[in-house]
């Protein structure tokens, strides 16, 4: 190269600007916008730097493409270590192009270390609750899903290499950006004798023609050519193994479950995660944050599961209503039965092999994109009424009204080397599974806040000494109660009847003292208790949701006696009384 062009080159890129460097400002956070993630991590730096002593930051592990899988905890170690509280889970984008569930996770994360001196009863739970957020677990397609161009529907797997098509390729023929908005869109072509119309109404609509109608148009999929010359068109595209259907409950093989990778935890970051959360037996709740739908969903995810004992159906169903309160127009539902059967699903896993609650979170309603005044009927049949989703025609109202069109790329003609002469557009990238901006505020907020409330039905122990009564000679009756007030158990009923986990113990301790026998009180009036046959000093046990548990004992001696309960899931409570006679 000349050298005075080199120089001049050299020159004319010093001169550029830098590119503005994303600067993070926890006091002035903006919530309608999405952040890549690279952002996010700044985020998460930032939120860890400003509260060094409340927060741990540490990656779980590495993805396929070598980027951390971060986990941030939340907890004051002014009121004890994370694990001895009860513990909150909550991740998103387990399905990388379900971006906005990171950012519900990203934005509980701020509310609790920024507003938590600001709330009174916020400050109470953050007082007394772990939380362990993962905003991102499918980090290399969320990140991907910013940077190449890419579609609402494009970037759901974990990025292990897979032959989809048996040719002896891995991963050969993807989408391509063929007008180079950016985009992956729709390829629609002329066809008089193809599937599709242009809509009377609105002619950026296509839809599927009726028996017998005359049709334009025959779509072609996504945007892309035959890269590898097979005569197919996107056949193999990155991926493909569905990390919410890699984990190790009722996991089934690709020809039962597609996407269900070679075996359990061989995604990277499913092994990364469900190793954390197998040896963090403080958790009493999960959530799992996805994009679509407008539901809190519970297991059975398949058929094949055994059912939910009915005592924790009733926690499920008591949180599960109040779900639908908090956030309105969400339905709690049973993801086998309401929706479809799955196998190998996280939440799934978290309940049944954990004994962990876990709600999944599907985030946004496209129904809040009608464009409907009071006693309009849903405008513009697109044969798609079954969905909640609004007709195609009334969603371009929507498009025009209130985001100024830009949720459509209109039609565009484009010569491509298979089809010919053909048109792209369509509704775009953050379009359709994605909120408009406008809207995350509020979305955001809403299902944090459940987050919280649920957070707030934790195991919440009391304890007291009820009576010590002198039998006479140095002996005493000792009763002792335990009050959950929040309404999760202390142990699911799954995680106590398999024995996930040892039960909780109410303890006895005392110099003076020699206890002689002790048991659970079934019965205060009748004298019901159900003696432990050895070392009667502690007992095994539980506390229901909303729940006492009564323990007695008959002890020797005199003096101070404490009681104790200690569970998993629950902060240890103590109290002590005095024996004296007489
Ligand atoms: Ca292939
Ligand atoms: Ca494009
Ligand atoms: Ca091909
Ligand atoms: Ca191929
Ligand atoms: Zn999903």
């Known amino acids: 190269m000349n050298r005075t062009i080199f120089t001049i080159m050299a020159l004319l890129i010093l001169s550029l600007p830098a590119a503005a460097e994303f600067q993070v400002d926890l006091d002035h956070m903006v919530w309608d916008r999405y952040y890549d993630n690279d952002e996010v991590n700044a985020v998460l730096q930032a939120l860890h730097k400003a509260h060094p002593d409340l927060t741990e930051l540490r990656s779980l592990g590495k993805s396929e493409e070598n980027r951390d899988v971060w986990l941030l905890t939340i907890n004051d170690p002014a009121t004890g270590p994370h694990q001895d509280k009860p513990g909150?889970?909550?991740?998103?984008?387990?399905?990388?192009?379900?971006?906005?569930?990171?950012?519900?996770?990203?934005?509980?994360?701020?509310?609790?270390?920024?507003?938590?001196?600001?709330?009174?009863?916020?400050?109470e739970l953050f007082a007394r609750t772990s939380f362990y957020i993962v905003p991102t677990v499918n980090v290399d397609n969320r990140s991907r899903f910013f940077e190449d161009p890419s579609s609402y529907n494009i970037g759901r797997s974990a990025r292990v290499p897979h032959d989809d098509d048996g040719d002896g390729l891995e991963d050969e023929d993807d989408y391509d950006d063929l007008d180079g908005d950016g985009e992956i869109l729709q390829m629609r072509i002329r066809d008089p004798h193809g599937t599709h119309k242009t809509h009377p109404d609105d002619p950026r609509v296509t839809i599927r023609i009726k028996p017998g109608e005359q049709a334009e148009w025959r779509l072609l999929g996504m945007e892309g050519i035959d890269n590898d010359?097979?005569?197919?068109?996107?056949?193999?595209?990155?991926?493909?193994?569905?990390?919410?259907?890699?984990?190790?409950?009722?996991?089934?093989?690709?020809?039962?479950?597609?996407?269900?990778?070679?075996?359990?935890?061989?995604?990277?970051?499913?092994?990364?995660?469900?190793?954390?959360?197998?040896?963090?037996?403080?958790?009493?709740?999960?959530?799992?944050?996805?994009?679509?739908?407008?539901?809190?969903?519970?297991?059975?995810?398949?058929?094949?599961?055994?059912?939910?004992?009915?005592?924790?159906?009733?926690?499920?169903?008591?949180?599960?209503?109040?779900?639908?309160?908090?956030?309105?127009?969400?339905?709690?539902?049973?993801?086998?039965?309401?929706?479809?059967?799955?196998h190998g699903d996280f939440d799934e896993w978290m309940y049944q092999c954990l004994g962990i609650y876990c709600f999944v979170g599907e985030l946004y309603m496209s129904s809040q994109t009608a464009y409907r005044g009071r006693g309009d009927a849903p405008n513009g049949d697109d044969g798609n009424l079954w969905s909640r989703r609004p007709p195609l025609v009334e969603r371009q109202k929507f498009n025009d009204a209130l985001m100024m069109g830009e949720m459509f790329r209109d039609w565009r003609p484009f010569t491509h080397p298979t089809y010919g002469e053909i048109e792209i557009g369509g509704w775009r990238t953050f379009t359709t599974r994605i909120p408009p901006t406008f809207m995350m505020p509020e979305m955001l907020h809403r299902n944090a806040m459940y987050v919280l409330w649920t957070a707030g039905q934790a195991p919440r122990l009391s304890v007291e000494i009820t009576e010590t009564k002198d039998l006479g000679d140095g002996l005493w009756r000792v009763r002792?109660?335990?009050?959950?007030?929040?309404?999760?158990?202390?142990?699911?009923?799954?995680?106590?009847?398999?024995?996930?986990?040892?039960?909780?113990?109410?303890?006895?301790?005392?110099?003076?003292?020699?206890?002689?026998?002790?048991?659970?009180?079934?019965?205060?009036?009748?004298?019901?208790?159900?003696?432990?046959?050895?070392?009667?000093?502690?007992?095994?046990?539980?506390?229901?949701?909303?729940?006492?548990?009564?323990?007695?004992?008959?002890?020797?001696?005199?003096?101070?006696?404490?009681?104790?309960?200690?569970?998993?899931?629950?902060?240890?409570?103590?109290?002590?009384?005095?024996?004296i006679g007489e």
């Open 88 to 123: 909150i889970y909550v991740d998103g984008a387990i399905h990388g192009n379900e971006i906005q569930a990171t950012e519900v996770c990203l934005y509980l994360a701020w509310t609790l270390l920024e507003r938590h001196d600001d709330w009174t009863k916020l400050g």
């Open 229 to 342: 010359h097979d005569g197919r068109i996107n056949e193999d595209t990155p991926g493909y193994l569905d990390m919410n259907r890699n984990w190790g409950f009722m996991w089934q093989p690709r020809y039962v479950q597609g996407g269900s990778g070679n075996y359990p935890f061989s995604a990277r970051n499913t092994k990364a995660v469900s190793d954390f959360l197998a040896a963090q037996t403080n958790l009493c709740f999960g959530f799992n944050f996805h994009n679509y739908g407008g539901m809190w969903l519970r297991g059975p995810g398949s058929d094949m599961s055994p059912p939910i004992p009915p005592g924790d159906l009733k926690v499920f169903d008591f949180l599960g209503v109040e779900g639908e309160r908090v956030v309105p127009g969400y339905r709690y539902l049973i993801a086998s039965k309401d929706l479809y059967e799955t």
């Open 480 to 579: 002792t109660r335990a009050v959950n007030a929040g309404a999760i158990p202390t142990l699911s009923d799954k995680a106590r009847t398999m024995s996930i986990l040892p039960l909780d113990e109410f303890r006895i301790a005392g110099d003076g003292i020699e206890v002689l026998s002790g048991g659970v009180l079934l019965d205060r009036w009748h004298d019901v208790v159900a003696p432990v046959e050895r070392r009667p000093h502690r007992v095994p046990t539980w506390t229901n949701g909303y729940g006492t548990r009564e323990v007695q004992w008959f002890v020797q001696g005199t003096g101070d006696v404490t009681v104790t309960y200690t569970g998993a899931k629950c902060r240890a409570q103590s109290t002590t009384a005095a024996l």
